[in-house]
Structures are given as C-alpha cells and as structure tokens.
C-alpha cells in the first residue's frame, strides 16, 4: 500500500488523505445508510458539525470509502459513525491516523481511553481495520468501561449480526458537557449509544443500546426509547423506516 498521508482534507477529493469532508447527504458514502439515507440529526445550539467520507487508498490505488461519521468541531469528537457490520472480524493494528481536529497527545495521560465508534471488532477486512484507527472515529472514553461493559457489549453485537443478511449500525456518543475537556480541548463521553438495523428473512430489525447505566453496564432498548434518551441532549432520528413498536419490526418503506 501506497504511504498515508492522514491529515482531514478541506478539499473535495481524497487524493493522499483517509478521510473526506463530505457534503450533508453523506453522498459519496451514503451505502453506508440505512436506504442511503443518514440519520436527520438536529445539534444544540452553538454546536458545529461536518459530515466525513472515512476512506483509504487500496494497494492499487483505487480510492475506497469504509465508513461515515458526523463529526462536531466543537466538541471535537464525533457525533456518530456510520457502518456496515462486517463478520468475522480480522485481527487488530493501532496505527492511529493523525487528524489537525483532534490529537494523540489529547489523551495521553489523560485517564481515558480512545473508545472507537466503528470498533476494529465489527469489521471484515484489513482496511476497514487500519480505517477504525482515526481520531474522528473515537471519544475519550472512561478506561473501565471501554475494557469491560463496552467490550461485553461489542462482542455480544458480533454475535448477535453475524446472522443478518446485511447489518446496518450507528453508533455515537453523549458528550458531558459539564466534566473538564481533555487538554481543554476535548470533550469527554459521557454515555455511548449504538442503533443495529439487520434483515433478515426480508425483515428489518431494530435494537438500541446505551450505557454506562448505575451499575456501569450498557442497557438493551428499544430504538423508540434509545431516541427518548438522546432526546435530552439532541435528537436524532436513525432509520429512514417504519418501526412497529409492538414486534420489534423495521418495515422497508
């Protein structure tokens, strides 16, 4: 593979670069959408966002697109990634891609860990894997659990989507607006939230989850309830489909 050079591109190609500012429909990386449709996010007040194309160049140089992220220059971490579930997983390199909006030098001794949004653990391929490590897929995240409860839940969604005929995933964060900011610059997670979309049998079905809850553990709910929760900080609707409440159903529209 050519070298990288990973720097965030305020041009329209990606051209020596891994990630892309893309325009708001997502349009070169919207496969990666539920009905190539990204999730209707409204910010709080005074808050920034840019949409990225996350991609890399291929050992033939054929530009590739692996996943998309809504980004928030405010908070300098990303609002959500979003990804197709890959299965099984590949085994792991962190060679963190450096970003002009957020740096390795953030979190070091910081106390938290890089918690990945698109995690090396539901990806298929190797440069999906090397694709996860930018600093624009992940958020300061509490060490105990990014090692353990998150890692549970990670593992059991593995499991849970390997099934699918085809898996559509948004993960994303709380930012805690009120701890201290890592460097005075980053924001910290507060709660991690993920949306899973599979079909299967040509059905769709939904399942949201979010954590830590009292007890340090990710919480199972619905997606209806998993938008009541995020409600209070914005709102964000994930799947451009009909969800029946009563069956646990998407239905394609």
Not at 6 to 26: G, H, K
Not at 169 to 194: F, H, I, M, Q, S
């Amino acid at each position: 593979m050519r070298h990288l050079v990973f720097l965030l591109s305020l041009s329209s190609v990606c051209f020596f670069t891994r990630s892309e500012i893309a325009d708001n429909n997502f349009s070169k990386c919207k496969m990666f959408f539920l009905n190539n449709a990204p999730p209707d996010f409204t910010p709080p007040a005074g808050v920034s966002v840019k949409p990225i194309c996350q991609c890399l160049w291929d050992d033939n140089d054929q530009q590739l697109y692996l996943f998309a992220t809504l980004y928030s220059t405010t908070w300098k971490i990303p609002v959500y990634s979003a990804y197709l579930f890959g299965s099984p997983n590949i085994g792991r390199c962190d060679a963190w891609y450096i970003e002009p909006q957020a740096l390795n030098s953030d979190y070091k001794n910081s106390g938290y860990n890089k918690g990945h949004l698109y995690p090396v653990l539901h990806t298929s391929n190797h440069l999906s894997m090397l694709a996860t490590s930018t600093l624009t897929n992940v958020a300061p995240q509490k060490s105990d659990f990014n090692q353990n409860a998150w890692l549970r839940h990670e593992e059991a969604i593995k499991e849970d989507l390997k099934s699918c005929d085809e898996a559509y995933v948004v993960t994303g964060v709380v930012p805690d607006t009120e701890a201290p900011k890592l460097k005075n610059r980053v924001t910290v997670a507060k709660y991690y939230w993920r949306a899973t979309c599979c079909l299967k049998n040509n059905q769709y079905t939904g399942m949201g989850y979010y954590g830590p809850d009292k007890n340090g553990e990710v919480q199972k709910l619905t997606i209806t309830n998993l938008k009541k929760k995020l409600n209070d900080v914005y709102q964000i609707c994930f799947f451009p489909t009909q969800y029946t409440e009563d069956s646990g159903d998407w239905v394609v529209l």
